[in-house]
């Protein structure tokens, strides 16, 4: 692994490369077959629009080997609105070859990823012309993400069909596995073997749905991009009972009512038809079956925990603008199906905090501990004691019934 931290014209660089159109085709392209799905998550204001959370906040939930360069460490809190989370990319091919990608991501870091990889800070100047490099600890680096870019970079990827390494596994569970149960080839980077290359990170950019309570209690979907959101689905658990309401495609606006709570989360087809309607949208936009299938089992448990949010597909170009991608030897077929997450801050989420603040309850408000900011920032604006509080909270439980991992 090489860490670099460029400036102002090497940046300039790459957004042009992007815009110049990545992935970038080749002359030729080759019987190779490459698919993505990832996710982006966020966090709904009062108006619609993302709010900064906790987005590198509790327990990590990835396999100690790894990379994540010391980010969940990092000094000082990184200033985000969207965790992208587990984007997996795979390879199909009839042969072994050779292939090369790289990742840019505007306005963000990212910040964890396997296996080795090339990764690389791009920052703006201060000044036309003037240089700034900044150490490897990150010491200097805009903590907003406002001027930054982070890319990443895997060279001599060797694609090795109707082959079977063994695959590095560590005791305990992760979600991380469930991503392998594909046909997809098998990747070796430099003596590491994967079944797909992983990365992960949290910025700033703006993402294509808004969505906002009304006063009755609905809520209020709004596309702020340019192109059709072919999938929208709004979810809802308070307390093992379960809803979901699949409104379709939108292209403008959308007013969804809340779901009725009628499936038990214990009962064994409770999730079944929306794991269907899910597996469905993700197969429409591409993926394979098998692979639809590891992403929901994947984020089974998160997208489907305790709280109310809006679950969404992604357009596409939405993904190509906001994390461009080139690979190299240009693929004769490419799919890159993401799937968004809008947390929706709920009256219910805001009684349950407060409930559980006020009795001390630990378990409840380590269900919400990555959204307890926003959470609380809603229920009494500017009121730091509550924040604190709930952390101290935290730490207590955490060091004695250990941390939940991160959902």
Same mark, same amino acid.
């Given at each position: 692994?090489?860490?670099?931290?460029?400036?102002?014209?090497?940046?300039?660089? @790459?957004?042009?490369?992007?815009?110049?159109?990545? +992935?970038?085709?080749?002359?030729?392209?080759?019987?190779?077959?490459?698919? /993505?799905? &990832?996710?982006?998550?966020?966090?709904?204001?009062?108006?619609?629009?993302?709010?900064?959370?906790?987005?590198?906040?509790?327990?990590?939930?990835?396999?100690?080997?790894? *990379?994540?360069? =010391?980010?969940?460490?990092?000094?000082?809190?990184?200033?985000?609105? @969207?965790?992208?989370?587990?984007?997996?990319?795979?390879?199909?091919?009839?042969?072994?070859?050779?292939?090369?990608?790289?990742?840019?991501?505007?306005?963000?870091?990212?910040?964890?990823?396997?296996?080795?990889?090339?990764?690389?800070?791009?920052?703006?100047?201060?000044?036309?012309?003037?240089?700034?490099?900044?150490?490897?600890?990150?010491?200097?680096?805009?903590?907003?993400?406002?001027?930054?870019?982070?890319?990443?970079?895997?060279?001599?990827?060797?694609?090795? +069909?109707?082959?079977?390494?063994?695959?590095?596994?560590? +005791?305990?569970?992760?979600?991380?596995?469930?991503?392998?149960?594909?046909?997809?080839?098998?990747?070796?980077?430099?003596?590491?073997?994967?079944?797909?290359?992983?990365?992960?990170?949290?910025?700033?950019?703006?993402?294509?749905?808004?969505?906002?309570?009304?006063?009755?209690?609905?809520?209020?979907?709004?596309?702020?991009?340019?192109?059709?959101?072919?999938?929208?689905?709004?979810? /809802?658990?308070? =307390?093992?009972?379960?809803?979901?309401?699949?409104?379709?495609?939108?292209?403008?606006?959308?007013?969804?009512?809340?779901? @009725?709570?009628?499936? %038990?989360?214990?009962?064994?087809? =409770?999730?079944?038809?929306?794991?269907?309607?899910? /597996?469905?949208?993700? @197969?429409?936009?591409?993926?394979?079956?098998?692979?639809?299938?590891?992403?929901?089992?994947?984020?089974?448990?998160?997208?489907?925990?305790?709280?109310?949010?809006?679950?969404?597909?992604?357009?596409?170009?939405?993904?190509?603008?906001?994390?461009?991608?080139?690979?190299?030897?240009?693929?004769?077929?490419?799919?890159?199906?993401?799937?968004?997450?809008?947390?929706?801050?709920?009256?219910?989420?805001?009684?349950?905090?407060?409930?559980?603040?006020?009795?001390?309850?630990?378990?409840?408000?380590?269900?919400? %501990?990555?959204?307890?900011?926003?959470?609380?920032?809603?229920?009494?604006?500017?009121?730091?004691?509550?924040? *604190?509080?709930? /952390?101290?909270?935290?730490?207590? &439980?955490?060091?004695?019934?250990?941390?939940?991992?991160?959902?």
């Amino acid at each position: 692994m090489k860490f670099t931290v460029r400036s102002g014209l090497a940046l300039a660089a @790459v957004l042009m490369a992007s815009a110049a159109g990545f +992935p970038i085709a080749a002359a030729h392209p080759v019987d190779l077959t490459v698919h /993505e799905w &990832g996710t982006f998550t966020s966090v709904a204001g009062e108006d619609g629009s993302p709010v900064e959370w906790d987005a590198l906040g509790c327990k990590d939930d990835l396999p100690a080997f790894v *990379n994540d360069f =010391g980010y969940r460490g990092f000094k000082w809190r990184l200033q985000g609105t @969207v965790r992208m989370e587990t984007p997996v990319v795979y390879f199909y091919s009839p042969r072994e070859l050779e292939a090369h990608v790289s990742v840019a991501f505007p306005l963000s870091l990212i910040t964890e990823w396997y296996p080795q990889a090339e990764y690389e800070v791009f920052q703006t100047s201060r000044a036309p012309g003037s240089l700034r490099r900044l150490e490897a600890n990150l010491n200097g680096i805009d903590t907003s993400l406002r001027s930054v870019t982070g890319a990443i970079e895997w060279s001599h990827i060797k694609v090795q +069909p109707n082959t079977e390494p063994s695959l590095p596994t560590e +005791p305990g569970s992760s979600r991380y596995y469930a991503a392998r149960e594909t046909d997809a080839a098998p990747i070796a980077v430099g003596g590491q073997h994967e079944k797909f290359l992983f990365y992960r990170g949290v910025g700033r950019f703006p993402i294509p749905l808004s969505a906002r309570l009304s006063a009755d209690g609905k809520v209020l979907v709004e596309n702020r991009g340019h192109e059709t959101v072919p999938t929208v689905i709004l979810f /809802e658990n308070r =307390g093992g009972w379960l809803g979901y309401r699949n409104g379709g495609a939108i292209e403008d606006t959308m007013t969804l009512d809340p779901p @009725v709570l009628d499936v %038990r989360l214990e009962a064994s087809d =409770g999730l079944s038809l929306l794991q269907y309607d899910l /597996e469905t949208a993700l @197969v429409e936009q591409g993926l394979f079956l098998r692979e639809a299938q590891a992403m929901v089992q994947t984020w089974r448990d998160s997208w489907f925990e305790e709280g109310a949010r809006v679950i969404y597909v992604l357009p596409s170009r939405a993904v190509d603008a906001v994390l461009p991608l080139r690979v190299e030897p240009s693929p004769s077929r490419t799919a890159r199906v993401f799937v968004g997450r809008i947390e929706l801050v709920t009256p219910d989420s805001v009684r349950s905090v407060e409930d559980a603040l006020a009795t001390g309850e630990w378990s409840t408000i380590n269900r919400y %501990r990555r959204f307890l900011g926003p959470i609380l920032r809603r229920a009494e604006p500017g009121n730091l004691d509550r924040v *604190n509080q709930a /952390e101290r909270l935290l730490q207590q &439980g955490d060091k004695t019934k250990g941390a939940e991992r991160c959902r």
